[in-house]
């Protein structure tokens, strides 16, 4: 009842990903004295440590999701060979972690790693203060509040500089553009699923126009051919995830895709 179980991403380089997938969410240490006294003394200015909070940080935005992956991060699409079951590469003994990192950190304006996850939000306190208040009025680089056990924020700004939404003096309010929910304990997530992505405007169909790769048995047709005549995509429909991976492995083009 009290679980409020949610779906969100992660985002971050692949070898942390890959760190992530396998053992789980790293739990983030306490600020030390020397920190504090530094965000006392200088606010923003002295560092990133979390600003909703010292926790593990997701989102239920994908796309808000990569800001955080840097371009040490991506892949060419030729490593998608090596990351998909049933490849060639993917059965060979020689295809290891260590090399699947280099080739991907080797690449640029390529794939990025998303990480989708379980998150057991239990309840989430509202973090609605910015950064930008003073130390004792904000959340930065905090722990999780008593009584809570988790943080939630909507945000809204510039993509890498997101704040919390806020009431104007006339009464208009900010429109959110993304969310950040903060975790204090690594039990809360569990990752299920590493998604290679890029931006919608580089993967295009043979019409031109992005793919969109639907999974679903029982797909809601209304809903597909609306989104492919008004979100000027092309939908490729498939029954299961095995069906998906087939069609990847057979018409994925790397002069096309790179």
Request: charged share 20%; proline share 7%; aromatic share 8%.
């Amino acid at each position: 009842e009290h679980v409020n179980l949610v779906q969100a991403w992660h985002g971050a380089d692949l070898k942390y990903q890959l760190m992530n997938a396998v053992c789980g969410m790293r739990k983030m240490p306490p600020l030390t004295d020397d920190e504090k006294q530094g965000l006392l003394l200088h606010g923003c200015d002295a560092g990133d440590y979390g600003w909703h909070g010292r926790g593990v940080y997701l989102t239920q935005f994908p796309s808000y999701g990569t800001v955080f992956i840097s371009n040490k991060g991506t892949a060419k699409g030729t490593v998608i060979d090596a990351a998909l079951p049933g490849s060639p590469a993917a059965s060979s003994s020689t295809t290891s972690t260590a090399t699947m990192c280099g080739a991907w950190e080797s690449g640029s304006g390529g794939l990025k790693p998303l990480l989708l996850s379980h998150v057991l939000m239990g309840r989430p306190y509202p973090v609605t203060v910015s950064k930008d208040a003073p130390f004792h009025e904000n959340m930065h680089g905090k722990e999780c509040p008593s009584g809570f056990d988790s943080c939630y924020s909507l945000v809204c700004g510039g993509r890498a500089n997101m704040d919390p939404i806020r009431m104007h003096a006339d009464g208009s309010m900010d429109a959110p553009q993304a969310d950040e929910l903060v975790v204090f304990n690594p039990c809360q997530v569990l990752p299920y699923c590493l998604v290679l992505c890029r931006s919608r405007s580089s993967v295009q169909g043979p019409s031109g126009a992005p793919l969109l790769l639907v999974v679903d048995p029982h797909p809601d047709e209304v809903l597909l051919e609306w989104v492919e005549h008004n979100a000027n995509v092309e939908v490729r429909r498939f029954v299961s995830t095995a069906d998906v991976i087939a069609w990847i492995l057979q018409n994925w083009d790397k002069e096309k895709y790179e």
